[in-house]
């Protein structure tokens, strides 16, 4: 194996075999000095003159004929240093919030509670808040901390969450290269992340020279390897051995991409970055083990990658796009890639119920998609929106089988599918969609019971969208439906949520509703924020610090969500949000919590 790289520099000269890593680090191209890079912006600063100053007719003096102004009459405005922990890609114009986010957030607070971020959460809503929330250009937090610090969280968080374009913006925004050596890494996983070895490179050369870091040593040994330096990687990996022998994916993957093979292994529950691009080269097939991580980054890989095999690459694929970190066209072409049976082409809704788990959802979406028929259409997609709710992946698979739902026309004869097209179409944030769904209903519920059932059933989502408020501001609708909440399982808690999530949007539910509700238990065992973050949250909320108001609000959630916090959690965090000036992202949530539960 020859991989020609040779934008990288990465030649290394006249270096004897026992020499240190960091003695041979010098590009053989390199010039025997360097002035500005090209791709770097110029020094600011003041240069030698070999001139002597114009005069007041503009006519130079000649050298030595014109005295150098004297000390005290030059004048020096020194340029303002850029603060990069202010850096970020959005604003108040594009999504971002506002650069006085953390006004009034003391920097020790937001450093103890930003690391712990529910990166892996399965809900948009959340997602979307908190990448706002590390890429809005703001003044860091008040509080002592080194320089560039609090842009490295941010970074690291992004990376982890598997939004690698955001974490790419961040370091694009930068003035020039720091030489933050916990950037640089944080950068150069990114690009491991997303198999650009080119520029993780790049940087790894930048980086191993300024200490004998094991991580830039081993970047360096793999960027060595892709250079076709294979007896230089060999030497970097004895020397590596003696100080850290326990990285053994490392080593196996060193060795196998050294000796131009691919290696069996036996194991990856927990890869990092470096780990998947360098197993990617070798073309070795990844172990099952490796979608045992939970962090979306990693599964993004994992899901993209050609070495894997396509059931990994499908399981991966489907839990990182719950999780944001892959867009929903990735997953269909997945979906479309797979190769079926004829028999389960030829018979996809008894195929996929007996089958179930991730095949049954990319059968489903093959047959819907080959579908002419409009309700055998809505038949498929019915079924995988209902063995996607038992999974617990029905977000996911509604935006994935989202140009399918729009491409099935309203008609009378699929009422029977308004329900599921309004509540998928509502999640996926399509709301004019839902309305024309929606208003089929609405105009056959006074001539057919079966309309004016489903109608009831989708009007309190329609409610938290916003989109009916009649409903919400009306005791007659709002007491219809709970009287007939009361006749279903569970009717009692659906009516406890509907009502919590109402009252947090900003929507009074009278007190002769609640009512009813106590005639059960009068205590539950759930989880609950604790009682800080409850407290902290309404202060933040009441003082418009939005900053820490939507961080506690997405700690209070935690990873489960929306969709398994209790009411009163959400009612809170919806209040909260409303009080910033966040009611579109309080009536997402809401939807969601809804839409899981039920309702």
């Not at 910033?580 to 939807?591: F, P, T, Y």
Request: hydrophobic share 45%; charged share 20%; aromatic share 4%.
């Amino acid at each position: 194996m020859s991989v020609s790289l040779g934008d990288l520099r990465l030649g290394v000269a006249g270096c004897a075999a026992a020499v240190v890593f960091s003695a041979c680090l010098v590009p053989a191209s390199a010039p025997a000095q360097l002035e500005s890079p090209p791709d770097r912006p110029m020094m600011l600063a003041p240069t030698p003159r070999s001139a002597a100053p114009a005069g007041e007719d503009g006519e130079t003096s000649p050298p030595g004929e014109s005295e150098a102004p004297l000390p005290d009459q030059i004048q020096v405005d020194a340029l303002e240093t850029v603060d990069v922990d202010t850096l970020g890609t959005l604003g108040t114009g594009n999504g971002g919030f506002a650069a006085d986010m953390w006004r009034g957030s003391p920097r020790p607070l937001v450093d103890v509670l930003l690391p712990r971020l529910p990166v892996d959460t399965s809900s948009p809503a959340m997602r979307d808040l908190a990448r706002r929330l590390l890429l809005s250009a703001a003044v860091a937090p008040e509080g002592e901390a080194p320089a560039g610090s609090f842009l490295a969280l941010r970074a690291r968080l992004l990376v982890s969450m598997g939004d690698l374009d955001g974490a790419k913006g961040l370091f694009e925004a930068l003035p020039r290269r720091t030489g933050d050596s916990e950037l640089a890494r944080i950068e150069a996983d990114a690009r491991f992340l997303e198999n650009d070895n080119a520029r993780a490179c790049a940087i790894a050369t930048e980086h191993v020279a300024v200490g004998q870091d094991g991580y830039w040593q081993k970047a360096f040994i793999f960027c060595q390897i892709l250079a076709d330096q294979r007896e230089r990687a060999a030497l970097g990996v004895s020397l590596v051995r003696e100080t850290d022998e326990d990285d053994t994916v490392f080593f196996e993957l060193a060795d196998a991409l050294i000796a131009d093979r691919s290696p069996e292994l036996e194991g990856m529950s927990d890869p990092t970055p470096m780990q998947l691009a360098m197993a990617r080269a070798t073309g070795a097939s990844l172990p099952v083990d490796v979608v045992a991580s939970d962090r979306p980054g990693i599964l993004r890989t994992v899901a993209t990658s050609p070495n894997a095999p396509i059931e990994l690459r499908l399981e991966a694929a489907e839990r990182a796009e719950a999780a944001g970190a892959l867009a929903p066209e990735t997953l269909r072409q997945i979906y479309a890639s797979i190769d079926f049976t004829d028999e389960g082409l030829a018979h996809p809704l008894s195929q996929a119920e007996a089958e179930g788990g991730a095949m049954s959802r990319a059968l489903l979406y093959r047959s819907a998609l080959a579908q002419t028929v409009p309700t055998a259409k809505a038949e498929a997609v019915a079924q995988a929106f209902d063995l996607a709710r038992q999974a617990g992946r029905y977000a996911s698979v509604v935006r994935t089988f989202l140009p399918v739902v729009k491409g099935i026309g309203p008609s009378l004869e699929l009422l029977w599918f308004a329900p599921e097209a309004v509540k998928a179409l509502l999640l996926a944030g399509d709301v004019e969609s839902a309305a024309i769904w929606y208003g089929l209903l609405r105009s056959n519920a006074r001539h057919d019971e079966a309309a004016a059932a489903s109608l009831l059933a989708v009007t309190p989502v329609m409610a938290l969208s916003g989109l009916d408020r009649d409903f919400s501001g009306s005791p007659r609708g709002l007491a219809g439906w709970a009287e007939e909440a009361r006749s279903i399982e569970d009717g009692r808690e659906l009516a406890a949520l509907l009502f919590a999530l109402l009252d947090g949007l900003g929507d009074r539910v009278p007190e002769d509703l609640w009512n009813p509700l106590l005639d059960g238990p009068d205590r539950t065992t759930t989880a609950v924020p604790h009682p800080a973050v409850w407290m902290r949250l309404s202060s933040a909320a009441a003082d418009r610090r939005v900053g820490e108001a939507v961080l506690l609000s997405l700690l209070a959630l935690g990873p489960v969500g929306p969709t398994e916090a209790n009411p009163v959690t959400l009612r809170r965090v919806v209040s909260a949000l409303v009080e910033i000036g966040l009611e579109s992202d309080a009536r997402a949530l809401a939807l969601e919590a809804a839409v899981a539960a039920g309702l």
